[in-house]
């Protein structure tokens, strides 16, 4: 599997932002649709935001809508989620992943099994 690499996590006020970053040494991650997931104990992961494969159209998930952006940097090979008015809800491990076949990032859900290989996750905690 390729290596994936989601970096930036730390503790954050509440109101407060933060920029995530998802990097990977092995391949190029514009040929790829790039979806950030979170995960807090006890429950299943769930997709935050992604930024699709071909055209770069991108979704939010719930809440994420109007505070998260998703973006790349095609010169550091880095997709970023920025994230802003962040709340005690958003504490969770981020993990980013890549499909890498597909345009699965289309306007729809984001699912799990859409997605080939996933990083380790870098934990963000919004606290006062």
């Known amino acids: 599997q390729v290596q994936l690499q989601a970096s930036g996590g730390g503790l954050v006020q509440p109101g407060g932002s933060l920029r995530l970053s998802c990097v990977d040494s092995?391949?190029?991650?514009?040929?790829?649709?790039v979806g950030w997931f979170r995960r807090v104990p006890g429950k299943e992961r769930e997709g935050v935001a992604c930024?699709?494969?071909?055209?770069?159209?991108?979704y939010y998930a719930g809440d994420a809508k109007g505070r998260f952006t998703i973006s790349r940097d095609s010169a550091k090979n880095t997709v970023y989620l920025q994230m802003n008015s962040l709340k005690p809800e958003d504490t969770a491990v981020y993990l980013c992943?890549?499909?890498?076949?597909?345009?699965?990032?289309?306007?729809?859900?984001?699912?799990?099994?859409?997605?080939?290989?996933w990083g380790k996750g870098t934990q963000l905690t919004v606290s006062s």
């Open positions: 930024v699709n494969r071909n055209d770069d159209r991108t």
């Open positions: 992943a890549v499909d890498r076949s597909r345009n699965v990032c289309n306007g729809g859900p984001m699912f799990l099994h859409d997605y080939d290989y």
């Open positions: 092995e391949f190029t991650l514009d040929d790829y649709a």
